[in-house]
């Protein structure tokens, strides 16, 4: 985890092609060509990295709305769990904003595929809210509200984590139910 860390940082301030497996290596302490005893290369570690991502944020969403008495709590839940990764991982989200294309296809259509599936335990929710409302305007809402709270890189200092939170809460929730109406 620590090398999906350093990378992730290099790669969101320096680009993908700027950065070398030594830079990465040198970041955690090691050597670069001793980085190839846990990945085959800068391809592999990125695409690990986007994956793993991948993977957390829809398995924390399924496990938020699986726990959740009712769709208010639910999307509070799913609010919450979005607003903490953005706050803490801006660097992950650069890099899967400027990167994914320098991930081999088959990863890439892996990440894609978790991510619709994300998006869809947001739209099942919200469908659950907005009876009325169709899914292709939720799906579109939902994408608008990532927009907002992945927007975090660029204010990132502006204000602290604890005022930023309720500010993006407040924004997505006011996004969400416009959508419904």
């Not at 793993?52 to 799913?78: F, K």
């Amino acid at each position: 985890m620590e090398i999906l860390e350093a990378a992730a940082r290099l790669f969101a301030a320096r680009g993908f092609h700027g950065v070398s497996i030594e830079d990465i290596g040198a970041a955690v302490g090691t050597s670069g060509p001793a980085l190839y005893r846990h990945f085959s290369g800068k391809e592999a570690l990125l695409s690990e990295m986007l994956l793993d991502i991948s993977e957390r944020l829809h398995a924390s969403a399924a496990a938020r709305v699986t726990a959740a008495p009712d769709a208010e709590h639910a999307l509070d839940a799913l609010l919450t769990g979005q607003i903490e990764f953005a706050l803490g991982h801006p660097a992950l989200i650069t890099v899967h904003d400027r990167e994914l294309g320098n991930v081999p296809e088959p990863a890439r259509r892996q990440i894609r595929r978790l991510q619709r599936l994300y998006v869809e335990e947001w739209v099942t929710v919200l469908s659950e809210l907005h009876p009325g409302c169709p899914p292709p305007r939720l799906r579109a809402a939902t994408h608008a509200v990532f927009g907002l709270l992945n927007s975090t890189p660029h204010s990132a200092g502006e204000l602290p984590p604890e005022a930023m939170a309720p500010l993006l809460r407040a924004m997505a929730r006011a996004a969400f139910t416009e959508a419904g109406n």
